[in-house]
Every structure is written in structure tokens, then in C-alpha cells.
């Protein structure tokens, strides 16, 4: 499967999980990162390593909407176009509601909704070309709230929103669809291993997913659902089974 995929957010945890499948399927990646650049060298050349000039960087910080545009730019000239964009780049922390501030309602919204959207824009003409896909990563919190997530939760529901309405605004040629993944990396603010084990009593399958999990969902949506789009997959563990 030789596509060139743009993966924001693509140095660690899901993001890079994504980056070595898809690279295991022959695809050449595009390594985004904001801040993690040890992370994203690392990734880059152990990619390298196994396949000659298959994986390449991009620093941005997608807030900022020139570097985004000009990010889009190098992507599409660096391998002639792009086939993939998978918005996975997500920052995430709580804000209690009654003492959320201006700033965090703008980076939530600018890094799990803004930039997705202005860089779907940005590459639209290329991904139109060559009638690729777009795959968002939401979350199974979009739909029901996390509480003192409010502003990530609205967040990850305005991102379902847009995949059903870039599906329309884009297709046919480009397809767009989302993952919504459960209880997969734990987050790296505190939590207690009771916190952990009370989440798993409400999966159905009484255990964590792996970010390969994620990866896999992503990898069927490129490769194998010609035929799907405007949806999303849940990859959950039958989490949501239990709201």
C-alpha cells in the first residue's frame, strides 16, 4: 500500500502507533510533531532503518495557522502530494467547569477541532487529486461528556461533527471517517490504580486496549473501506456498552 500519509501529533502514544503500521504496509510517513522532537528523531530513524527514505519530520505548532498552512505546503511537495491525513495531534487536560479560561477554551478547540479543519482545507486539493482519505481521531467521550473534561469533551464532538460534514464537503473523492478510542494509554496526569480498575469494571472485555488497537482501525479505513464514510468506529472494548 504505498500512500503518503501526514499523521499530526505522530511522536508518541497513538500517533506513532499509527505511524509503524501503516509504515509495515508500505505506506511513507510524515512524521508531524509540535514540542516531543527527541521522540519524533527517534521514530523518524527507526523507520528509516527498516525502509530507505520512507519516513520524513514536520515541526508546527498547528495553533498557529501560517505554520499550519506552510507544514501543508511541504507535506504536499515533499512527496508529490498526499494521500492520507490522519488528525491524531489532540491536547487534553481537565478544566473544572466555573474556572475554565480563555486560553484553554482556544487550545482545545484550536488542537482537537481548528486545526483538523484548516488542514483538511489546506490539503484538499491534493487529497481531491488523489482521492485519498482523511481519518480523524475523536474520542468515545464526545458523545456522553467526560466530567471536568467539558471543554475536550465539546471539543471531540465538534470533531464528530466535522467528519460527518467533510464527508459530504469532500466527497466524492475523499472519504473521511474517525476512530473513537476508549480506554487505551492511560492519561499522564495522575491516576490511581483504583481509578484504572473501576474503568475497567465498565469495559465489557474487563481490560485496556493497546494504541495498536487504534492503528489497526485506522489502517482498515485507508486500505479496506472504500465504501465508508461520514462514520465513526469505535474502539472501546464495549466501554460505551455501559454509560
Not at 30 to 43: F, G, R, T
Not at 74 to 81: D, E, S
Amino acid at each position: 500500500m504505498e500512500k503518503n500519509v501526514l499523521i499530526t501529533g505522530a511522536a508518541r502514544r497513538i500517533g506513532a502507533a499509527c505511524a509503524r503500521r501503516l509504515h509495515r504496509e508500505g505506506c511513507h510517513v510524515i512524521v508531524h510533531y509540535k514540542s516531543s522532537e527527541q521522540e519524533a528523531l527517534a521514530l523518524c530513524g527507526e523507520l528509516n532503518r527498516l525502509r530507505p527514505d520512507s519516513a520524513s519530520l514536520l515541526q508546527a505548532e498547528l495553533l498557529d495557522l501560517n505554520q499550519l498552512a506552510e507544514m501543508a505546503e511541504a507535506a504536499k511537495k515533499g512527496r508529490g502530494g498526499i494521500d492520507v491525513l490522519i488528525n491524531n495531534a489532540s491536547a487534553f487536560y481537565p478544566t473544572p467547569f466555573g474556572e475554565v479560561t480563555e486560553a484553554q477554551w482556544d487550545e482545545l478547540l484550536g488542537s482537537n477541532l481548528k486545526a483538523p479543519f484548516f488542514l483538511a482545507q489546506s490539503l484538499h486539493e491534493t487529497l481531491t487529486a488523489r482521492n485519498g482519505c482523511i481519518v480523524n481521531i475523536a474520542d468515545i467521550h464526545a458523545e456522553r461528556g467526560l466530567p471536568d473534561y467539558s471543554v475536550y469533551s465539546i471539543a471531540k464532538a465538534g470533531l464528530v461533527a466535522m467528519t460527518r460534514v467533510l464527508a459530504k464537503e469532500m466527497g466524492p473523492e475523499v472519504r473521511v471517517n474517525g476512530v473513537a478510542p476508549g480506554a487505551i494509554i492511560w492519561p499522564e496526569h495522575d491516576l490511581s490504580e483504583q481509578g484504572k480498575q473501576e474503568i475497567l469494571q465498565r469495559v465489557a472485555l474487563k481490560r485496556s486496549g493497546e494504541p495498536d488497537d487504534i492503528a489497526k482501525a485506522v489502517l482498515f479505513l485507508i486500505r479496506d473501506a472504500g465504501y465508508v464514510t461520514g462514520q465513526i468506529i469505535t474502539v472501546d472494548g464495549g466501554r460505551t456498552l455501559f454509560y
